[in-house]
């Protein structure tokens, strides 16, 4: 009869299972102080080197306080921002933009709203900008702004409702059309309009969108963050793609800020303060120009890794746009500019 | 066979444990299914009659469920089309492999739906094995509609021969052999013969698959372009109507979708029910 | 699986190809256009896998799944599987034994409740635990107060694999046991026999290969589960991960050797489970094709 044998697969199966959860068992103990630091996309590889260069640090000097391992979250900006929303015991974020901090303080309550002024450079330990990544050799002659709306020119952005960095795509296109068409605000609108015409994917992150334009050859121009072009470039081959910087672009300005009412709860604010202080040392700006962030204190980092990053004029939200308070409703809340100026043009 | 057993469902049962069962299968669904879907309603209600007008009428919603439904519709009838022919070869025809073609058919049950979907991706994109054949045509399939029709024809092809499959294993070959002698065509016998008692399980099958591709995410959205109003689906709306904190829009869309959703689910199950009335079991 | 229809339509007058079957020619088209069908939509995306798995070769391969935030991801999907699939197993029996053993008010109303976390979007699967038991939701509070994490910890990616899994079992279950009826176990019943002995001498030998095949369905599509679990993970890597985001992860670090290389672990647990069904069916056939008729 087949009836032992059928037990046998249950007795396996009950055998398998106390085993599985043995293992889970022994992995959830720990005891050390851990950190939590709840990121976007492309900050993966910086904050890998970052965290192994804080913790050396600190244990070397903490012994009765050390720190076992720093987590990393990483997604969309504003779905990470989201999750610390929801719960996520993070200690720190570091978002791409000020505006998903500002909605974690104003919906979370475990931070304060002015969360901004309590690190130096408006919490922003580096800077970076937005460049145009195309095809070697620049085959459609992609120069500036002005060329992404050329009929049959196909354009990768992020989704700016979702990703961070497809926001500072979106206002540094702005941003030059008011300067070229000297602010008349239809002819502006009428740009935007035509490039968002001229995106065939939008992708939800910016890892996304870049995968989609390297790796499935999607599109003639890539708006990206500079740090993730030069990673691009770096992973995929300089004979495969080249960096367009345009004539103006935006600073952006990717904060991190503490959440309070984690730490606390955690019992970790010492250790997480300074965890964001260490992103200011010359030891952490050196790594920040090694992973193509723009460094705020130059003079710590490598000259080499500086001559990678191209002069251009860069202007800021604070002076364009008013800052992320004003910007996000204006031109990415519900019934905003993204929402007017995207017609289904296809 | 028991097919044909009336024994079923007679007066009230000498069988112990129906509190129990009863008991147990009402608790857990209430916990696991029931109360956190109360969740979803209570939250969409509070977003008022105004706000959920505006977010179920605006012309990104309806964009976004018309390609979820009509390219879960699409899917489906690709795979009633071929999935039934997949299921006529298994049970009729004796080829080599026959056995592994028939192991894979339950693939998509068992492969994780990202994987699917990045690979998907990787072979369908313009530069992918398949893509490439279709780029010099000027037809690109990932990142458009149609590389949403292919994910979900993926994830519903399995419902499509499994339902179908059993019951063309039990038909009787004498009614065929009847036709046949009386001089009705081959074609004609299939069409009047071999499908009427196939049509209940293949509209089960259809359902099941056409109601898993709606709901579909992971395997879609690498493959999709998801460019709103033209290759986003309504899940993906809901993903990003939550990263902008509107957690009573996400929760109207969901509970648009919900509703749809059960609609189907109660309609197969009459389907089903009726079907074991008119064709004894399928 | 009949392959009778050969000698008998050899055997047909020969006006007509065929009583029961179809022509050659026929016969070969239909047979290629599944092939090519199943080939575009289910063989290649498989192979896919395994060939960009191994494009960075053996040891890149040994290093993907055996580096810690992997043997993580796999011990955590592990874990969750090892609680969800009992836990539904136990309420799939129950459900299968009050539907199909009983007759009562409401009853396909219950069946379409059981089957609607299926045709429920899994990203609905994953919000509507955020909704309850999120920092904002309905009990987000209270459980905050008193240090309990739901959400973005196991037991949020435990409920969630559960809501995804819940009709396998009882799906499977259902059909079989309402053809087979109850007279085998009023029998047994009447024989002196206590209810326990019925169930497990009587109504589980007798349904227990469409229990394997449910728990087997049941157990891949938690394994493999994304959407929903996306929404509750939090995404922390080593600690909330699963495979499946484990895999999106790596696939976004232009890690793509090692993505499909964790990838083609689930794939070879979806292949290995499909030789352990297919063995089974050779093996048993006969007596499953007995037990399963219906």
């Known amino acids: ?346 | 066979m028991a097919a044909a057993t009336p024994l079923r469902w007679r007066e009230p049962s000498i069988l112990p444990g129906f509190g129990m069962a009863l008991g147990i299968t009402l608790t857990a669904l209430s916990l696991i299914v029931l109360i956190p879907l109360a969740a979803l309603f209570i939250k969409a209600a509070s977003a008022g009659p105004a706000d959920i007008w505006a977010v179920a009428t605006s012309p990104r919603t309806l964009a976004a469920l018309k390609l979820s439904f009509l390219g879960a519709l699409f899917a489906a009838l690709v795979n009633a089309v071929f999935g039934l022919i997949l299921a006529w070869v298994l049970v009729r025809y004796e080829f080599p492999g026959r056995r592994l073609i028939d192991a894979a058919v339950d693939l998509p049950f068992a492969l994780p739906t990202a994987v699917a979907g990045i690979s998907l991706a990787a072979i369908y994109a313009p530069n992918g094995i398949v893509g490439s054949l279709f780029a010099p045509f000027d037809i690109q399939i990932a990142y458009t509609p149609l590389g949403v029709m292919v994910a979900l024809i993926f994830i519903g092809l399995p419902f499509v021969v499994r339902t179908v499959q059993p019951v063309l294993e039990e038909l009787q070959s004498d009614v065929e052999e009847a036709a046949a002698l009386l001089g009705a065509s081959r074609a004609r016998t299939i069409f009047k013969v071999v499908l009427p008692p196939v049509l209940p399980a293949l509209l089960t099958g259809f359902v099941l698959a056409f109601a898993r591709a709606v709901g579909e995410y992971g395997s879609v959205i690498f493959i999709a372009g998801n460019v709103p109003m033209v290759s986003e689906i309504a899940p993906l709306l809901i993903v990003i109507r939550l990263e902008q904190f509107d957690y009573a829009g996400a929760a109207v869309v969901a509970t648009m979708m919900l509703i749809i959703a059960f609609a189907l689910i109660l309609s197969v199950n009459l389907i089903q029910a009726h079907a074991r009335r008119r064709f004894g079991d399928v | 699986m009949s392959d009778a229809a050969l000698p008998l339509a050899a055997a047909a007058p020969a006006r007509r190809s065929s009583a029961r079957g179809e022509s050659l020619g026929v016969r070969i088209a239909l047979i290629a256009v599944s092939l090519l069908f199943l080939l575009l939509f289910l063989l290649l995306p498989l192979a896919a896998v395994f060939v960009e798995a191994g494009s960075k070769g053996w040891e890149a391969y040994r290093a993907a799944i055996t580096e810690p935030d992997a043997l993580a991801a796999i011990r955590l999907t592990l874990l969750v599987a090892a609680i969800a699939v009992p836990f539904n197993i136990v309420v799939g029996i129950a459900a299968a034994w009050a539907v199909a053993k009983f007759e009562f008010r409401g009853k396909n109303l219950l069946i379409s409740l059981i089957d609607l976390p299926f045709s429920v979007s899994p990203v609905i699967s994953g919000l509507v635990f955020v909704l309850l038991f999120g920092a904002q939701g309905y009990f987000g509070p209270w459980l905050q107060a008193h240090d309990i994490k739901i959400v973005f910890a196991l037991p949020g990616l435990i409920l969630a694999t559960v809501f995804v899994t819940f009709p396998f079992v009882a799906r499977e279950l259902i059909p079989h046991m309402q053809s087979l009826g109850t007279a085998d176990e009023e029998a047994a019943l009447t024989l002196g026999a206590s209810p326990w002995r019925v169930f497990f001498r009587v109504t589980l030998p007798n349904v227990k290969w469409s229990l394997f095949y449910g728990v087997l369905l049941c157990n891949a599509r938690a394994m493999g589960e994304f959407g929903a679990v996306a929404v509750v993970s939090g995404k922390i890597r080593g600690l909330t991960n699963t495979m499946p985001l484990h895999i999106e992860i790596l696939y976004n670090e232009y890690m793509g050797a090692a993505a499909f290389a964790v990838a083609s672990l689930l794939a070879g647990l979806a292949l290995i489970t499909l030789a352990l069904k297919t063995f089974l069916e050779w093996r048993f056939g006969d007596e499953i094709a007995a037990s399963r008729r219906h």
Do not use: C
């Open chain 1, 1 to 346: 009869m087949t009836r032992p044998l059928f037990r046998r697969f249950l007795r396996a199966g009950l055998v398998l299972g106390a085993f599985t959860l043995g293992l889970g068992v022994t992995a959830g103990a720990q005891a050390q102080t851990e950190l939590l630091n709840v990121s976007y996309d492309p900050t993966r590889e910086l904050y890998r080197e970052i965290n192994a260069a804080f913790i050396a640090e600190w244990n070397a000097r903490n012994p009765a306080k050390t720190i076992s391992t720093i987590r990393q979250s990483h997604g969309g900006s504003g779905a990470q921002a989201r999750t610390v929303i929801d719960g996520l015991a993070a200690d720190v974020v570091t978002l791409a933009l000020a505006g998903d901090i500002d909605a974690v303080a104003e919906r979370s309550k475990k931070l304060p709203l002015d969360w901004q002024n309590r690190l130096p450079h408006n919490s922003s330990p580096y800077t970076s900008t937005i460049v145009f990544l195309v095809r070697k050799g620049n085959p459609k002659a992609i120069q500036d702004w002005g060329d992404l709306v050329k009929p049959g020119i196909r354009v990768i952005t992020p989704n700016p409702k979702t990703s961070g960095g497809a926001r500072w795509n979106y206002l540094a296109a702005w941003a030059y059309a008011e300067k070229a068409f000297g602010k008349d605000e239809a002819k502006v609108r009428d740009y935007i309009a035509k490039l968002l015409a001229n995106v065939p994917v939008l992708d939800t992150g910016a890892r996304g969108a870049t995968t989609t334009f390297t790796q499935r050859g999607i599109g003639d121009v890539f708006l990206s963050w500079e740090n993730e072009a030069f990673l691009a470039l770096k992973e995929f081959g300089a004979d495969k793609f080249e960096i367009v910087v345009p004539s103006l672009s935006i600073l952006a300005e990717p904060p991190v800020a503490l959440v309070d009412g984690n730490v606390d709860a955690k019992k970790s604010r010492e250790q997480a303060q300074a965890y964001l202080d260490f992103l200011y040392t010359p030891k952490a700006q050196a790594i920040i120009a090694r992973n193509f962030y723009r460094p705020r204190n130059p003079e710590a980092a490598d000259p080499k890794d500086l001559a990678n990053f191209p002069k251009v004029e860069l202007i800021t939200i604070d002076d364009v746009f008013g800052g992320w308070k004003k910007a996000q409703p204006t031109h990415f809340g519900d019934g905003g500019t993204f929402d007017q100026l995207y017609k289904p043009a296809r």
